[in-house]
């Protein structure tokens, strides 16, 4: 019986080698099926050899993998590197197959920053099914055995010959379809995101390392000369200017952009300025919030510079005015932190909230309070909303507000019609109408001040348009839904009053083409704050 005892300790253990070769082609093939049907959808080949490139793409993707595997799993470290690059890659293609994202350094930016209750709308029993089916199953079998004991020459042996091995294999791929992946690869550089576990480990070294050179930087003063002008008259209301945030909604989804379905009748009632040409600074709240409050424009913005640099509220409060921010969403980005942040009404929570999930209900009623109790001086508010953000796009709206049926009553966007999810993001863009004319109708009610609000979305999003859905795809690859948002204006007869040219400036540029570049310096025209950093050019409601 001892005899047997070498044999059978054998068959309880694993060798390094194959657990990597053998997880490196179940990645392959299950973890990149959107990755194999792009390049099948770009090769040239529709003939016999058209089964033949697969496959040699499916061998050629394996050694990737596999030679990555080679050289990050060490010893102990070997089985806890392997969950997690199998968990990681097995919710990365759920976000590719599910949404048609794309992984790369600013989606990982996004995770980072998002808050648990994005998370939780975003966890659905598909997502699960792809972590049990993908990381689960190999890792039951991963972790049945202990791994073979080999002192460190045959370790680093096997290392050398499964590298080996792998780079003949992409050599050999390489060698008998150079021509069609080198035209493939440099015609659509996009294809590297839904590369998995490439695109989501060049992504999270690209987000650390940033992290790394931008905590080093101080915090620089911006706009230190900011200054009213002309200073008002003490006879002059104070000056009330609201800056509403919105989240995730899109132009096109607007009637009063010419949408057929009358999603926002209540703005239409109201005597509003609509622009119809806005484009967006980001595809994401990360980029976009801090870029429309940095003094940037979109072909300069630079996120680490704006994160250790004053903004636009810097820049106000400097100027006299009391600012505040009001948010019901994941945060200000930095754009907010030097600034009051008015905190919402937690005796309505239960109105307009679930698991600390809350609608827009809540920002409207903390607002109409802050405004009723603050006192009368220059004020400037930020709203940040919920908006339209997706997935769960059936919780951002009171069940009032479902006005197009049947709606998507899911996180999980391919559980429902195109029609369901079309549905159910218009009733988001209806209650933003409705929530945005009710802010309106407070300002025009509030008669201590000269008001004026401006309305902008951070960005858009894509409901299935191109197989693409959410928001987040890198700037040049973006489709129109995630980039042109919706913006609005509205003075009250005072401020109108008093600033005749300002009010038939911003109706005279409805129609032209703008963007985030020019909220940075409309709000400082409007506040009629003077600064160096001011561009006269890029602000709205001048130069007429």
């Known amino acids: 019986m001892l005899s047997h005892l070498p044999k059978l300790q054998a068959r309880l253990t694993q060798k390094l080698w194959l657990i990597n070769a053998l997880v490196s082609l179940w990645l392959a093939v299950l973890a990149n099926t959107t990755f194999i049907q792009k390049v099948a959808e770009l090769t040239p080949y529709h003939d016999g050899r058209f089964p033949v490139f697969i496959v040699a793409m499916l061998g050629l993707l394996a050694a990737y993998i596999n030679l990555f595997l080679t050289w990050v799993t060490w010893g102990r470290l070997a089985k806890p590197v392997l969950t997690f690059i199998l968990i ?11 949404f048609g994202v794309g992984i790369d350094a600013g989606q990982i930016q996004n995770m980072m920053e998002t808050d648990a209750h994005e998370i939780g709308d975003l966890l659905t029993w598909n997502m699960l099914g792809y972590v049990v089916v993908i990381a689960g199953l190999p890792l039951i079998w991963i972790w049945s055995k202990p791994l073979v004991s080999e002192g460190w020459l045959q370790r680093q042996r096997n290392r050398v010959l499964s590298s080996a091995a792998s780079l003949l294999l992409i050599a050999a791929v390489a060698a008998g379809f150079y021509a069609d992946l080198a035209s493939i690869f440099r015609e659509h550089r996009s294809i590297r995101y839904s590369l998995v576990p490439h695109n989501y480990v060049t992504g999270l070294r690209a987000y650390f390392k940033h992290q790394e050179v931008i905590e080093a930087i101080p915090m620089q003063a911006y706009g230190q000369d900011a200054h009213r002008s002309p200073p008002l008259s003490p006879q002059a209301k104070p000056r009330l200017i609201v800056l509403v945030m919105g989240e995730t909604a899109r132009a ?23 622009f119809t040409q806005v484009s967006s600074c980001g595809t994401a ?19 680490d510079v704006a994160k250790h640099r004053e903004g636009l509220l810097d820049i106000l409060q400097r100027s ?4 505040s921010w009001l948010d019901n969403n994941s945060g200000c980005k930095g754009a907010c932190d030097r600034v009051e942040k008015v905190p919402m009404l937690a005796n309505r929570a239960s109105v307009w909230c679930v698991n600390g999930e809350c609608q827009d209900g809540l920002l409207l009623e903390s607002f109409q309070q802050k405004l009723a109790t603050a006192p009368a001086i220059d004020r400037v508010l930020v709203l940040h909303q919920a908006g339209s953000h997706g997935p769960a796009y059936y919780r951002r709206y009171p069940k009032a507000f479902e006005r197009f049926t049947p709606t998507c ?7 429902c019609t195109p029609a369901q999810i079309t549905n159910t993001y218009d009733n988001t863009i209806a209650y933003t109408d ?38 987040g795809a890198p700037y040049l690859f973006a489709p129109s839904q995630q980039t042109h948002v919706p913006m609005l204006s509205w003075l009250s007869a005072d401020f109108a009053g008093q600033e005749p040219a300002r009010a038939a400036c911003l109706i005279k540029r409805k129609t032209q083409a703008i963007s985030h570049d020019n909220v940075f310096h ?8 003077r600064t160096q950093v001011f561009n006269p050019a890029l602000d709205l409601t001048s130069g007429c």
Do not use: W
């Not at 990681?88 to 599910?98: G, K």
């Not at 009748?265 to 005597?271: F, I, R, V, W, Y």
């Not at 709240?285 to 996120?303: I, K, N």
């Not at 006299?320 to 600012?323: C, F, L, P, Q, S």
């Open 88 to 98: 990681a890659s097995a919710l990365s293609a759920y976000f590719i197959n599910s």
């Open 252 to 274: 096109e989804s607007f009637s009063l952009q010419g949408y057929a379905r009358n999603t926002t009748p209540e703005l239409a009632a109201l005597p509003i300025t609509y």
């Open 285 to 303: 709240t990360a980029v976009s919030l801090p870029c429309l409050f940095s003094g940037f424009t979109r072909s300069r913005y630079d996120a």
């Open 320 to 323: 006299g005015y009391a600012v």
């Open 409 to 415: 009553n899911s996180n999980a966007l391919q559980s």
């Open 434 to 471: 409705h929530i945005l004319a009710k802010i309106i109708q407070t300002m025009a009610q509030d008669s201590r001040y000269s008001s004026a609000l401006l309305y902008v979305s951070d960005h858009g999003e894509s409901t299935g348009e191109h197989g693409l859905y959410l928001h």
């Open 522 to 529: 409309s709000v400082l025209g409007l506040a009629g704050v």
